[in-house]
Antibody, heavy 120, light 108 residues
């Protein structure tokens, strides 16, 4: 059974940094693209970033480009999101999600999420 | 960026009824890249439909997806109590992913 477990969320001041982790199990991790998707309190879903299975390709939403960095360690079956220059509007539950097999960037397994609160 | 607009914002129906949820795109979307998700309070989203009409693993047959180009539909043939939730459509284009704003399906 595929399981994704996020960690690293918490309270941070505006301008601060945080690193999220997503530990994967039950799959050959390096075979799949992985994503970060967030959801602000009471709001809808916003895709943040994707990384290819090898880690050689990454893409970002405009809202986080230049501030957030996605990475992965396939030897540890773990996905990361380094978040710098955090803003109040980055407050959200952050989910990691596995890309389906196929041409589309759709997401078939999700973690339970980790809450990031940016506030002074 | 392709904008997805879902309607209605809220749909009030009773168990046993048929639900029809709409997702309209601001530009043409490849059917291969259109998906639907269900989200219940306090839970992560769950993939229901991908490729506009293919059911994900373990999804009951009462869920079906259809449509093409700019107009897509999620249909739940006979609502079960556990189907009342928020539903999102999602697409991929030019290395960007966007979600619709969601339709809340509530018990009437």
């Amino acid at each position: 059974e595929v399981q994704l477990l996020e960690s690293g969320g918490g309270l941070v001041q505006p301008g601060g940094s945080l690193r999220l982790s997503c530990a994967a199990s039950g799959l050959t991790f390096s075979n799949y693209g992985m994503n970060w998707i967030r959801q602000a309190p009471g709001k809808g879903l916003e895709w943040i970033s994707i990384i290819s299975g090898s880690g050689g390709a990454t893409f970002y939403a405009d809202s986080v480009k230049g501030r957030f960095t996605i990475s992965r360690d396939n030897s540890k079956d773990t996905l990361y999101l380094q978040m710098n220059s955090l803003r109040v509007e980055d407050t959200a539950v952050y989910y990691c999600a596995k890309q389906i097999v196929g041409p589309g960037w759709n997401f078939d397994y999700w973690g339970q999420g980790t809450l990031v609160t940016v506030s002074s | 960026e392709i904008v997805l607009t879902q309607s209605p914002g809220t749909l009030s129906l009773s168990p046993g009824e048929r639900a029809t949820l709409s997702c309209r795109a601001s530009q043409s979307v490849s059917s291969n890249y259109l998906a639907w998700y269900q989200q219940k309070p306090g839970q992560a989203p769950r993939l229901l439909i991908y490729g506009a009409s293919s059911r994900a693993t373990g999804i009951p047959g009462r869920f079906s997806g259809s449509g093409s180009v700019t107009d897509f539909t999620l249909t739940i043939s006979r609502l079960e109590p556990e189907d009342f939730a928020v539903y999102y459509c999602q697409q991929f284009d030019s290395f960007r992913v966007t979600f619709g704003q969601g339709t809340k399906l509530e018990i009437k």
